[in-house]
């Protein structure tokens, strides 16, 4: 879960500003560590513990020589963040520098051998076996190319990995199998990085990496070669997302930014309606429908499965990537399996889409060029556009907006559709008032813990937004049915015990409204997201969030949680935590 970035200027550029540039863009993948090397008659390197702004301040990183070179931001797996485990890694005679993300699980044994056989180890970490066995082949002979395909059929685990050598000036070369790695072309300049959005500001034409293929970069071309050393000929493909879509555009941090893109991302993603109609058409008749997928895009099923028996009456299975393997999964070619990611390259829900052959698969990804892609039989293309922030947020919407539209289409429910259409409206009015929101988070900046609660259509935003609270302002934050709290969960309720309760109108408001009383009843401190005209449900709170009355319960699971996202966030920022770099966590988990 790290990221890693290459290029080949071809221009009077240095490679050293245009690295740094593009790892700030991958810093949602990893920030404990951050290096760059560069060659210029040697392999000049610099690196460092730390975010990429502190290590920048103390060593000057864009000034270094040279117009080719790699770098690395860190999130460490092997060997913890220091200095010596930084990337990239050389050899000790300091002649190949590499920078790798994923994980060689066999690196021990490998280490060992080298050991045994002189080399000299420097750092804790897996990566270090590679730049001694490209060292190795290289010094038997091979070129940089061959030392690399050498040195891969030895690994086992995941890897990306990018390497430059003193002894082959002027060339890069790189591999992947399991992590990710994209090319990008543009005026006779080459790019490498673990994503699109590191890229975007230098080149939109963008080249594919199939697993185990190698790619050699020189001053005159890129050659992609096959296991079998032949070369494979690749268009680039023009991705729409552009510079502006990966920058702050003024906004303090990404997750603003971001949350402030739903109306625009959920009304790109309304535009997708022809295209899965051609999909859901060309699949036929489906009787049941699986979907997998892990933490927010998780939810976003879980909401999907909601919408989708609702709307559809199609019976609609949500499963935790992780648990699949230990789920009994009975499924034929009238089955969907649907593989939900906004990054398309989650470890777990690769391994579960793999895991069974039978069902159609249906890949919904926010990333054109992404492995999820490669594995179904059809792809579903959120527009949200580049997300940057480790919370996830517009992806989410977009997500829930692509589950809607299935469930309208299955349900030929043209109705829903038109309702679909005036959300992104619903989404401004909250943006505009999100002053109010702002000053709640005054309030709640000391909470120790939070419970939320939903019912029916709003019990997975419920969840989302506890993930949301959770995962960048650190306050345990749980979720609950409503109608389960009387079963457990009340025992904990007392006036220590902020509630938020999301109540929109609907069939399910006047039970939610029974469990709100119960937490009443019990001093709890009542926060309410509902509708701006529900005069019941604001009398009974502290607080309340006010959302237009025109969005009952069956559009709420794509406005309401807006507001949960921005209150998540203006507590994260009242207790001076970074919401786009949250502690522990990295947005793309390969591993
Ligand atoms: O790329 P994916 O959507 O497959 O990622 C799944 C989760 O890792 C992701 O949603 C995670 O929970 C985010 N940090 C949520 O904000």
Same mark, same amino acid.
């Given at each position: 879960?790290?990221?890693?970035?290459?290029?080949?200027?071809?221009?009077?550029?240095?490679?050293?500003?245009? /690295?740094?540039?593009?790892?700030?863009?991958?810093?949602?993948?990893?920030?404990?560590?951050?290096?760059?090397?560069?060659?210029?008659?040697?392999?000049?390197?610099?690196?460092?513990?730390?975010?990429?702004?502190?290590?920048?301040?103390?060593?000057?990183?864009?000034?270094?020589?040279?117009?080719?070179? *790699?770098?690395?931001?860190?999130?460490?797996?092997?060997?913890?963040?220091?200095?010596?485990?930084?990337?990239?890694?050389?050899?000790?005679?300091?002649?190949?520098?590499?920078? $790798?993300?994923?994980?060689?699980?066999?690196?021990?044994?490998?280490?060992?051998?080298?050991?045994?056989?002189?080399?000299?180890?420097?750092?804790?970490?897996?990566?270090?076996?590679?730049?001694?066995?490209?060292?190795?082949?290289?010094?038997?002979?091979?070129?940089?190319? $061959?030392?690399?395909?050498?040195?891969?059929?030895?690994?086992?685990?995941?890897?990306?990995?990018?390497?430059?050598?003193?002894?082959?000036? @002027?060339?890069?070369?790189?591999?992947?199998?399991?992590?990710?790695?994209?090319?990008?072309?543009?005026?006779?300049?080459?790019?490498?990085?673990?994503?699109?959005?590191?890229?975007?500001?230098?080149?939109?034409?963008?080249?594919?990496?199939?697993?185990?293929?190698?790619?050699?970069?020189?001053?005159?071309?890129?050659?992609?070669?096959?296991?079998?050393?032949?070369?494979?000929?690749?268009?680039?493909?023009?991705?729409?997302?552009?510079?502006?879509?990966?920058?702050?555009?003024?906004?303090?941090?990404?997750?603003?930014?971001?949350?402030?893109?739903?109306?625009?991302?959920?009304?790109?993603?309304?535009?997708?309606?022809?295209?899965?109609?051609?999909?859901?058409?060309?699949?036929?008749? *489906?009787?049941?429908?699986?979907?997998?997928?892990?933490?927010?895009?998780?939810?976003?099923?879980?909401?999907?499965?909601?919408?989708?028996?609702?709307?559809?009456?199609?019976?609609?299975?949500?499963?935790?990537?992780?648990?699949?393997?230990?789920?009994? @999964?009975?499924?034929?070619?009238?089955?969907?399996?649907?593989?939900?990611?906004?990054?398309?390259?989650?470890?777990?829900?690769?391994?579960?889409? @793999?895991?069974?052959?039978?069902?159609?698969?249906?890949?919904?990804?926010?990333?054109?060029?992404?492995?999820?892609?490669?594995?179904?039989?059809?792809?579903?293309?959120?527009?949200?556009?580049?997300?940057?922030?480790?919370?996830?947020?517009?992806?989410?919407? &977009?997500?829930?907006?692509?589950?809607?539209?299935?469930?309208? #289409?299955?349900?030929?429910?043209?109705?829903? #559709?038109?309702?679909?259409?005036?959300?992104?409206?619903?989404?401004?009015?909250?943006?505009?008032?999100?002053?109010?929101?702002?000053?709640?988070?005054?309030?709640?900046?000391?909470?120790?813990? /939070?419970?939320? *609660?939903?019912?029916?259509?709003?019990?997975?935003?419920?969840?989302?937004?506890?993930?949301?609270m959770k995962e960048i302002s650190y306050i345990?934050a749980?979720?609950? &049915?409503?109608?389960?709290?009387?079963?457990?969960?009340?025992?904990?309720?007392?006036?220590?015990?902020?509630?938020?309760?999301?109540?929109?109108?609907?069939?399910?408001?006047?039970?939610? #409204?029974?469990?709100?009383?119960?937490?009443?009843?019990? @001093?709890?401190?009542?926060?309410?997201?509902?509708?701006?005209?529900?005069?019941?449900?604001?009398?009974?709170?502290?607080?309340? *969030?006010?959302?237009?009355?025109?969005?009952?319960?069956?559009?709420?699971?794509?406005?309401?949680?807006?507001?949960?996202?921005?209150?998540a966030?203006?507590i994260t920022?009242?207790k001076?935590h970074?919401?786009?770099?949250?502690?522990?966590?990295?947005?793309?988990?390969?591993?």
């Open positions: 879960m790290c990221g890693i970035v290459g290029c080949m200027l071809n221009d009077n550029r240095k490679a050293a500003p245009v /690295l740094l540039d593009c790892a700030k863009k991958l810093e949602y993948r990893g920030y404990d560590s951050v290096g760059l090397a560069t060659y210029d008659e040697r392999i000049h390197v610099k690196k460092d513990e730390g975010y990429i702004e502190t290590v920048d301040e103390a060593l000057n990183l864009a000034d270094m020589p040279g117009n080719y070179g *790699i770098a690395h931001v860190r999130w460490a797996s092997v060997g913890k963040p220091s200095k010596l485990n930084s990337h990239p890694h050389l050899d000790e005679k300091e002649t190949v520098a590499v920078v $790798h993300n994923g994980t060689i699980t066999n690196y021990s044994e490998l280490k060992d051998k080298l050991i045994s056989e002189g080399h000299k180890f420097i750092s804790q970490t897996d990566t270090e076996v590679i730049s001694h066995l490209i060292e190795k082949f290289m010094d038997e002979g091979s070129d940089l190319e $061959h030392a690399l395909r050498r040195c891969i059929e030895l690994l086992d685990g995941s890897y990306a990995i990018v390497a430059i050598s003193a002894k082959e000036p @002027n060339k890069i070369v790189a591999t992947r199998k399991d992590s990710p790695l994209v090319l990008g072309q543009k005026d006779g300049s080459y790019y490498l990085a673990s994503d699109i959005p590191a890229m975007i500001k230098y080149t939109n034409r963008i080249m594919e990496l199939n697993k185990k293929e190698i790619v050699v970069i020189t001053k005159e071309k890129l050659e992609i070669h096959d296991e079998h050393d032949n070369i494979m000929f690749r268009t680039p493909i023009e991705i729409d997302w552009t510079p502006e879509m990966v920058e702050k555009n003024g906004y303090e941090h990404y997750m603003l930014k971001e949350i402030h893109d739903q109306p625009e991302s959920v009304r790109r993603t309304l535009l997708q309606i022809d295209e899965i109609k051609e999909i859901l058409d060309d699949i036929g008749e *489906i009787e049941k429908i699986c979907i997998v997928a892990c933490g927010t895009s998780y939810h976003a099923a879980l909401s999907g499965k909601y919408i989708i028996e609702s709307e559809a009456r199609i019976p609609t299975n949500v499963v935790l990537a992780s648990e699949f393997a230990h789920s009994l @999964n009975i499924m034929d070619e009238k089955t969907l399996l649907i593989g939900m990611s906004q990054s398309g390259e989650t470890a777990d829900t690769l391994k579960a889409l @793999n895991s069974i052959e039978g069902p159609t698969k249906l890949a919904i990804v926010n990333v054109e060029i992404s492995e999820m892609t490669k594995i179904a039989d059809y792809t579903i293309l959120t527009k949200a556009g580049p997300e940057l922030s480790v919370a996830a947020t517009k992806t989410y919407t &977009a997500q829930v907006t692509v589950m809607y539209m299935i469930a309208a #289409l299955l349900g030929n429910n043209e109705e829903l #559709l038109d309702k679909l259409n005036k959300v992104p409206e619903y989404i401004e009015d909250i943006l505009e008032n999100s002053e109010i929101i702002k000053s709640m988070a005054k309030t709640y900046l000391y909470a120790n813990e /939070l419970f939320y *609660i939903g019912k029916g259509f709003s019990y997975p935003t419920a969840l989302e937004a506890a993930l949301k345990h749980e979720a609950y &049915a409503s109608g389960e709290l009387k079963h457990g969960p009340l025992a904990l309720i007392d006036n220590n015990m902020p509630v938020i309760t999301i109540i929109p109108p609907g069939k399910d408001h006047n039970l939610t #409204l029974n469990s709100l009383e119960e937490v009443k009843a019990r @001093n709890s401190r009542i926060v309410t997201v509902c509708s701006e005209d529900d005069d019941l449900v604001q009398d009974k709170s502290e607080e309340c *969030i006010l959302i237009n009355p025109d969005v009952d319960e069956i559009l709420a699971p794509l406005v309401y949680i807006v507001a949960l996202q921005l209150l966030y203006y920022i009242e001076k970074n919401p786009d770099r949250p502690r522990n966590l990295a947005k793309t988990v390969t591993v």
